[in-house]
């Protein structure tokens, strides 16, 4: 588990802020709500809405890709980003849950 641990900071993924701001969610979920909002948060398309709009900007703001000239953006690499960020988003709140829930038995 520790050397697990030790790769998510190793490789960097960890200080994707999507994935920073999984893992806060799915803290402050397990500390703050119950079961039964946990579900309407998780259930509710409007929570994907905002995490689908923060990894737009994330993407076309400060994490540009250019074509091969140097000059174009490439939208299809930065959309396809943006959908990998909520992606990576859900991924990391439901482990940060499961985390929390696997030490709270």
Known sequence: ??????????????????????????????????????????????????????????SFVFKKVYKDDGITPDYAAMTFSSLLGVVKFVFAAGMAIAFVMMLSF
């Open 1 to 58: 588990m520790i050397k697990g641990l030790m790769a998510l900071f190793t490789t960097g993924v960890i200080f994707n802020p999507l994935v920073l701001l999984g893992v806060a969610t799915g803290l402050f979920a397990m500390a703050r709500l119950t079961d039964g909002q946990i579900k309407d948060l998780f259930f509710d398309y409007h929570l994907y809405l905002l995490v689908l709009l923060i990894s737009v900007v994330y």
